[in-house]
């Protein structure tokens, strides 16, 4: 049991560390620039933007607070104003599907794959899917209402905004290490005792369904429970420890950036008083569907390059 609790401390730590250094100076950097003269000037960049996705202009502001920072910091945003049910859920599923990219988009980059490939699927998801709802959904024009929400007061003066800074950045470390730490140790004892095996047996129909092998079924379970920043931590364990390809890799990160953290992101919009069940299913279908594409496609050009080495050879 030491042995196991030391080992699994160890890539806690290690964990921790790799992905606190980007965390920490992302959350320093973001939460300054929020203070600063351009983040008006993208707020209006970005308001002519808004009325493709049937939102008023005022919407960007929980957009870019939801993207850079992440959901609370959107939902703070969205109880400041006077928003209708269609207008908040189309936020939300924005939201979903894109908060916090900067952290999450570099983070989950660790395991291998493109940043820009992360953030583009999240960006383009989060944008196609307001331009549908906001042509099929007819509904929703009531206000809404939000319920027992209260935002946080800004700080005042540069002195009190660095020091926000900071604390926030530390405390999200912290908050990090207090998740990423102790699961660490569990996997590790899993892994000792063959759980791991096991539980792999029973999510392969799962991970048949989207393409992937079974060793891959942890990666999932963390991402779709705890979120895709503190996921990377197992999915770099994975790539290590238990064989995972780069392809099932991919395609579990796709899936992932869909859905992470599913139930908890859910959830958190129910104060805001919009219907949740279709904003659940949404992204469960959404990250199921693209992701079997995704593994199709990869599927047929190694098919493609298979041929095409035969025929050279021939």
């Known amino acids: 049991m030491g042995a196991t609790f030391k080992k699994g401390l160890q890539s806690g730590l290690s964990v921790t560390w790799a992905l606190g250094k980007i965390i920490f100076p992302i959350t320093v950097l973001v939460m300054l620039l929020r203070y600063t003269p351009l983040f008006p000037i993208v707020i209006g960049w970005l308001e002519p933007v808004m009325r493709l996705f049937g939102l008023p202009g005022e919407a960007a502001v929980p957009i870019v607070l939801g993207n850079l920072l992440n959901l609370y910091a959107g939902i703070g945003a969205i109880v400041s104003f006077d928003f209708t049910v269609k207008e908040v859920f189309i936020l939300a599923i924005m939201l979903s599907f894109s908060h916090n990219i900067i952290i999450e988009s570099a983070v989950a980059s660790k395991v291998g794959v493109n940043f820009w490939i992360i953030a583009g699927v999240r960006m383009s998801l989060a944008a196609i899917s307001a331009i549908v709802i906001n042509l099929v959904w007819q ?144 992204r469960l279908v959404t990250a199921i569907l693209l992701t079997m594409l995704v593994a199709y496609v990869w599927k047929q050009v190694e098919k493609n390059k298979q041929v095409e080495q035969k025929d050279v050879h021939s």
């Open 139 to 282: 509904g929703g024009s009531e206000q809404a209402q939000y319920g027992l929400i209260s935002n946080e007061t800004d700080p005042s003066g540069w002195a009190e905004i660095v020091l926000t800074a900071f604390q926030t950045a530390f405390m999200s470390i912290v908050q990090l290490a207090a998740i990423v730490i102790p699961l660490m140790i569990v996997m590790q004892w899993m892994r000792d005792q063959k759980w791991l095996d096991w539980l792999s047996d029973k999510l392969a129909p799962m991970t048949k369904i989207i393409g992937v092998e079974k060793n891959a079924s942890m990666t999932l379970v963390a991402g779709l429970t705890i979120g895709l920043a503190y996921g990377a931590g197992l999915m770099i364990q994975a790539m290590q420890e238990d064989g995972v390809s780069k392809k099932d890799m991919y395609l579990v990160l796709i899936f992932l950036v869909t859905c992470h953290a599913v139930v908890e992101d859910t959830l958190i919009f129910i104060p805001l008083g919009i219907p949740v069940w279709p904003l659940l299913a949404i």
